[in-house]
């Protein structure tokens, strides 16, 4: 009785996984980034050549 109810068991969490990756990848294909309603008017001028020369570490001393 203990085999068929983790056979049960096994069956169900891999075709639980199998589905999840499934529906994941399908809402991977139709992501875009939000349009500009958040940015700031600063955002345009952001680009990775203009970052900080340096990254700002914290000074313990």
Do not use: C
């Amino acid at each position: 009785m203990k085999t068929i109810f983790k056979s049960i068991v096994l069956i169900m969490t891999g075709f639980y996984l199998f589905i999840s990756v499934s529906l994941n990848q399908l809402n991977a294909e139709g992501w875009q980034p939000a349009k500009g309603r958040l940015m700031t008017r600063w955002a345009k001028d952001v680009t990775p050549e203009k970052a900080h020369p340096e990254y700002p570490r914290p000074q313990l001393t």
